[in-house]
C-alpha cells in the first residue's frame, strides 16, 4: 500500500486508495476518555507566591 501510494507515475486516485487503506496501520486512532475525576477551578494570583506561601496555602488539599 505505501509503495502505490509514494508512486508518483501512478494514478492520483489509486494513490489516494492506498493511503486510506494503509492509515490505519500508520497512524494510531486518537481513544476517547471518560473524565471520572472532580473538577477543580483554580484562580491565579496577581502577586507572585513565594514557595513558603504557596505551601502555606495549599497545606490543607494534602
Request: proline share 3%; aromatic share 4%.
Amino acid at each position: 500500500m505505501l509503495k502505490v501510494m509514494r508512486d508518483e507515475a501512478a494514478e492520483q486516485s489509486e494513490r489516494m486508495d492506498a493511503a486510506k487503506a494503509a492509515a490505519p496501520y500508520v497512524h494510531a486512532r486518537l481513544a476517547a476518555i471518560e473524565h471520572t475525576g472532580e473538577m477543580v477551578q483554580r484562580v491565579v494570583s496577581e502577586k507572585p507566591m513565594t514557595a513558603d506561601e504557596w505551601a502555606e496555602r495549599h497545606a490543607d488539599e494534602g
